[in-house]
């Protein structure tokens, strides 16, 4: 039986990873990622093997693009991988199937021309300073100096890796509306509940400190906002807001905020 192009890539992406697989995961990456990333250090044995994992797989999966003049060393790559990785620690490795590549460039990238506001019918010309973006078919940028910054110090709650990725776990399914992929209907119907209610509090300046008020723009910033304040402080979000951090829970399958208790 002829084999179709279509398994033919998926025997040569299938026999990448498994390559990248036998390969031990090297000391010097835990070296930088436990004086690097200060949720690695939050990890137990398990899920640090389970991210070891994810990240060989992701560096050989993913192609890698560097601005202009910027060396993009292993070190940024493996960084940016295990933040990446992170989120999907409780997820099935195909979640990030949608990502296809990755531009780092040194620091905040600059928008010129016209462009979605992310209101709809609202556009602008104006220059727009990004420190990272994720589209549908495109690279997940990336400003380093942003990303680096943001992995020693969670205490702040921004972290561009964990929202530009949370992106690309909402359009999982194709929509960009803030309700990522989920197995089973209640689960996701819990979700659709709690986070209206919550961004609709954004929306009126009524959510309290704690969550960013660029999350009001609409309901796809929403869910990236509220994905970097469930790894980054997920002790105060379970506090101030205990529903939208168990549905977020119900979502990536995790409970940041007992590995906070645990051994933070
Ligand atoms: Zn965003």
Excluded at 232 to 252: E, N, T
Aim: hydrophobic fraction near 40%.
């Amino acid at each position: 039986m002829a084999v179709r192009i279509s398994d033919m890539f998926s025997l040569t992406r299938y026999g990448r990873r498994r390559k990248a697989l036998l390969q031990p995961f090297p000391d010097a990456w835990r070296t930088l990622l436990a004086s690097s990333l200060v949720h690695w250090g939050l990890l137990d044995d398990d899920e640090r093997t389970r991210l070891e994992d994810l990240v060989r797989v992701f560096l050989v999966d993913k192609k890698w693009q560097a601005a202009r003049d910027f060396d993009l060393t292993e070190d940024i790559r493996v960084l940016i991988s295990a933040m990446a990785c992170l989120l999907i620690l409780g997820l099935d490795d195909g979640y990030y199937d949608t990502v296809r590549w990755i531009e780092v460039h040194p620091t905040t990238v600059v928008r010129t021309g016209l462009r979605g506001t992310g209101v709809p019918g609202v556009v602008s010309d104006s220059p727009l300073p990004i420190l990272g973006e994720a589209s549908f078919d495109g690279p997940v940028i990336i400003a380093w100096d942003a990303a680096v910054a943001n992995a020693r110090h969670p205490e702040r709650g921004h972290n561009v890796v964990y929202h530009e990725f949370a992106h690309k776990l909402d359009m999982g399914d194709r929509l960009v509306d803030g309700t990522p992929r989920f197995e089973d209907a209640d689960t996701r119907q819990r979700w659709i509940e709690v986070c209206t209610v919550e961004f609709e509090s954004l929306r009126r300046g009524e959510a309290g400190p704690l969550l960013d008020p660029y999350g009001a723009v609409n309901p796809a910033e929403f869910f990236a906002v509220v994905t970097e304040i469930f790894f980054d402080r997920p002790l105060d979000l379970q506090h101030a807001k205990p529903d939208l951090y168990g549905v977020l829970q119900s979502f990536y399958r995790q409970d940041p905020a007992a590995r906070e208790r645990a051994r933070g």
